[in-house]
């Protein structure tokens, strides 16, 4: 099993300003990545596939990028939605495995 | 638009089943894989089982948690998702998500609480 160890486990930021987060997998899993947002109360979102591909009709501030074993999720100019959670999951392999998240959280 | 609408949690005794439905609207059902993720009160995402669409032969996975108990299933006909889950645990309590799920979750439904306790 492939497993996914997301960094920070929160990650304070005023908004405004930009966010990264870090999703780092136990093996290469090439460019078979996505990343979710979930905000409190609600089913998880796609935001981006195949490491750095926006979902339809996600905003251009965030941004994939990475291969292999080390991937990025930045978010520039924070706005009230992002404050979230964020998860990673790498799509290489059986079983799906996620990342245990990231809360992003007003500074 | 795409829509998931899950049915069939609730509350269930240790070593009872229950069958959760998923009914969709808004794309070609029969061509996508579908998918259950869960998530335990207060913790993340977990990835439970996935059925491939019918032209790939509806191949099914599952998370090693739940093989031999759990049991995925679609009918195409009525655009709709099934998990039988058997021989429920307390460690099995979560919201169970349908998604579009084959290498990722492309959409997802509300969730539905299964909660298994005596």
């Known amino acids: 099993e492939i497993v996914m160890t997301q960094s920070p486990g929160t990650l304070s930021v005023s908004p405004g300003e930009r966010a990264t987060l870090s999703c780092r997998a136990s093996q290469s899993v090439s460019s078979n990545l996505a990343w979710y947002r979930q905000k409190r109360g609600q089913a998880p979102r796609l935001l981006v596939y195949?490491?750095?591909t926006r979902a339809t009709g996600i905003p251009a501030r965030y941004s994939g990028s990475g291969s292999g074993t080390e991937f990025t999720l930045t978010i520039s100019s924070l706005q009230s939605e992002d404050f979230a959670v964020y998860y990673c999951?790498?799509?290489?392999?059986?079983?799906?495995?996620f990342g245990q998240g990231t809360k992003l959280e007003i500074k | 638009e795409e829509q998931l609408l899950e049915s069939g949690g609730g509350l269930v005794q240790p070593g009872g089943s229950l069958r959760l439905c998923c009914a969709a609207?808004?794309?070609?059902?029969?061509?996508?894989?579908m998918g259950w993720v869960r998530q335990a009160p207060g913790k993340g995402l977990e990835w439970v089982s996935t059925?491939?669409?019918?032209?790939?032969?509806?191949?099914?996975y599952y998370a090693d948690s739940v093989k031999g108990r759990f049991t995925i299933s679609r009918d195409d006909s009525k655009n709709t998702l099934f998990m039988q889950m058997n021989s429920l645990r307390a460690e099995d309590t979560a919201v169970y998500y349908c998604?579009?799920?084959?290498?990722?979750?492309?959409?997802w439904g509300q969730g539905t609480l299964v909660t298994v306790s005596s």
């Open positions: 609207s808004g794309f070609t059902f029969s061509s996508y894989a």
């Open positions: 998604a579009k799920f084959g290498a990722y979750g492309g959409s």
């Open positions: 195949g490491a750095s």
């Open positions: 999951q790498q799509y290489l392999n059986w079983p799906r495995t």
């Open positions: 059925i491939s669409g019918s032209g790939s032969g509806g191949s099914t």
